[in-house]
């Protein structure tokens, strides 16, 4: 029997002279408590049935500007603290976080986060825009589930999780950035699981009413879920050919530049899990599945440190001006972390049908996993029409032709799969070869695609058997082989 979901809430947190008044919450129709913040009583909520469930609360960095609340609360330590700032506005900002622990509803969270903030308060006037206030709720989020973690472990990302975005503060630009925020994240999670199709993530709006009401009670309602459709694809094409730096000047050079990141061993980094991203991906919806077992991915915790690296330098960054934050591209970001989550969910997918890199691949494998009618790994990305083509070229260039002679016996070296061709033209009275013994066909960009991938100067057969394996040759014309399939990948 599975465990029930981590359950995670995040609440925009508040701070006026009643922050402490304690109103009844009402959820279902046996759940009460008495608490001055509703994200606590739905966590309580979650505890009653022995779920385990944590509050996170975000704080907009003006909160500690309510001037309101340090002429009526003298006695607390949190008015002491606001006239603090009020006198030092500058060395409060430098630091606001040192400032948050004193707030007095941090007893009823697990965690908190300090964001920027719009509109004027005490003649400052804070200049955050909704991208600046999604990308830092954002990172929060990713950072709860993925920093300081065992990166290696199965269980990341997490399948069991239920995130809840509590908005009973009312419509505002934070609760705005909040469900962005969370919408987003859904979708990184859902495509790093393109693996599974069960026990997804899921987030959940909730909120309380009425809102009008001062003294209550409150109705919690918590089941509005907030969808995210994800769809195998990539959001940028390469701009160059190469696995080192295919993404370098349309996303990787903007993002350093726009967080003045110069840390160039991350961001050679990004460059080649970019482009591997991407030449994965091209090879899976270009149908070319021999790649997949030719090439190596990474390992999936050196992707999440990398991650980890690249988000822990962006906030460092949106640190250093609470008043007027830094000018960025929030598009860009919106193709990065898809583009890696999905790099992971194709890593993870990989995993689950046993592809890794070898030197040949049978033709068994190669067609139970990717031209299975009922099984096939296409059906998961959405790329069933994938499945009769591949099956064609299979039946076409290896099973028709090749299989008597695999049935013969083994034989000792790979040779290319134009000399079968030819020997076969050559059987039946044909000729395939040229005077100098060659085939007579060149090698050309359309043709390895319209043979999902078996280009017949490139692609090396050995019969083991009653198996065929399959490789592609180290060298063609003086090229390195590897070099002209990724160019091809890359550029399509």
């Known amino acids: 029997m599975r465990a029930p979901p981590m359950k995670i809430i995040y609440q925009i947190g508040r701070l006026d002279p009643n922050f ?3 109103l009844q919450f009402i959820i279902g129709d046996s759940f009460s408590c008495e608490t001055s913040l509703s994200g606590y009583a739905l966590k309580s909520y979650f505890h009653s049935l022995q779920m385990a469930s944590a509050l996170k609360l975000i704080f907009p960095v003006s909160l500690l500007f309510q001037k309101n609340v340090s002429e009526k609360r003298k006695d607390l330590t949190i008015a002491r603290t606001i006239e603090e700032i009020l006198k030092d506005p500058q060395g409060y900002l430098s630091n606001p976080h040192a400032y948050f622990k004193e707030h007095p509803h ?4 697990e965690d908190f986060e300090v964001i920027h903030s719009v509109g004027t308060y005490e003649g400052l006037s804070f200049l955050a825009t909704l991208d600046h206030l999604v990308l830092e709720i954002f990172i929060k989020m990713w950072e709860d589930i993925f920093a300081g973690k065992d ?8 399948q069991d999780l239920e995130i809840y975005l509590d908005i009973s503060g009312g419509h505002n630009i934070y609760n705005s950035a909040l469900l962005e925020a969370g919408r987003f994240f859904l979708t990184i999670l859902k495509l790093m699981l393109l693996h599974e199709r069960e026990h997804l993530p899921k987030v959940f709006i909730a909120f309380s009413e009425p809102i009008t009401n001062r003294v209550g009670p409150y109705h919690i309602y918590k089941d509005y879920e907030l969808k995210a459709l994800v769809f195998f694809s990539m959001p940028e ?3 160059q050919y190469t696995l080192k730096n295919a993404f370098s000047t ?7 530049q726009a967080f003045a990141i110069e840390d160039s061993e991350l961001k050679a980094r990004i460059n080649e899990l970019l482009s591997r991203a991407y030449f994965f991906y091209s090879a899976l919806k270009n149908n070319a599945p021999l790649v997949l077992y030719q090439w190596e991915y990474d390992d999936l915790s050196t992707i999440y440190e ?8 962006i906030k460092k960054k949106l640190r250093e001006d609470y008043v007027k ?3 960025f591209d929030l598009s860009l970001l919106r193709k990065f972390f898809p583009m890696l989550a999905l790099y992971i969910g194709m890593i993870n997918l990989f995993r689950k049908y046993g592809i890794t890199k070898r030197e040949a691949v049978s033709l068994s494998e190669l067609s139970n996993t990717f031209a299975d009618e009922k099984n096939s790994l296409y059906h998961l990305l959405g790329l069933s029409a994938n499945i009769p083509y591949l099956r064609h070229e299979l039946n076409r260039n290896f099973y028709y032709n090749l299989h008597s002679q695999a049935s013969r016996g083994s034989t000792s070296e790979f040779s290319p799969l134009k000399i079968y061709f030819a020997k076969l033209q050559e059987a039946s009275g044909e000729s395939a070869l040229s005077e100098k013994g060659e085939v007579e066909e060149n090698l050309e960009k359309r043709n390895f695609f319209a043979h999902c991938g078996f280009e017949r100067n490139i692609t090396e057969v050995k019969g083991e058997g009653e198996q065929i394996l399959l490789r592609y040759a180290e060298s063609y014309a003086n090229r ?12 399509s």
Do not use: C, G, M
């Not at 349309?250 to 350093?256: E, M």
């Open 151 to 158: 990166l290696s472990s199965s269980q990341l990302p997490p």
């Open 237 to 239: 094409r390469p701009t």
């Open 106 to 109: 941090l007893p009823l969270a």
């Open 306 to 313: 990398t991650i980890n690296k690249f988000v822990e330098a």
């Open 20 to 22: 402490d008044r304690l």
């Open 480 to 491: 390195r082989v590897s070099k002209i399939i990724e160019q091809y990948l890359l550029s």
């Open 325 to 327: 934050p830094i000018d």
């Open 250 to 256: 349309n996303i990787v050079k903007p993002l350093f």
